[in-house]
């Protein structure tokens, strides 16, 4: 089975779209001098909203493309236990305060890799996996 042209278009766009989010994370938002200069709860602000800015252009894209319902539910899923993780790990720095640094550490490794295009990659190799 062939991937329409339109499937083509709007995953690229959202992959594109998340890039750039990443990008302008990983630039502006983890600059050192950015870090110095701002207030953390600042920086914790602009984190999730790159987080929920990738999860929207993600979802707009899945949707729009006209991937199936399934493949939808799986990016809630995957999104979801991703945002489910950096809470807990949040909430374990706050009450441990012996691995304080480990959980941020791992906390803020998760939400990198929710605010990179990694799951959107993996939704769109599932639905290529799906389709055949």
């Known amino acids: 089975m062939r991937r329409s042209p339109k499937r083509k278009i709007y995953y690229f766009a959202g992959l594109l779209a998340i890039a750039l989010v990443y990008s302008f994370y990983y630039i502006y938002i983890l600059d050192p001098q950015f870090i110095a200069t701002s207030a953390q709860i600042t920086r914790r ?13 993600g979802l707009a894209a899945i949707r729009q493309g006209g991937l199936p319902y399934w493949l939808i539910r799986t990016w809630h899923i995957l999104y979801g236990t991703g945002l489910l993780i950096v809470v807990l790990c949040g909430l374990c720095a706050g009450w441990v305060p012996f691995y304080r640094q480990t959980f941020l550490d ?27």
């Open 45 to 57: 602000i602009l984190r999730v909203i790159s987080c929920f800015l990738v999860y929207g252009i």
């Open 106 to 132: 791992l906390t803020f490794t998760f939400l990198e890799f929710l605010i990179s295009p990694v799951l959107y990659v993996i939704v769109g190799i599932i639905d290529r996996i799906g389709r055949h």
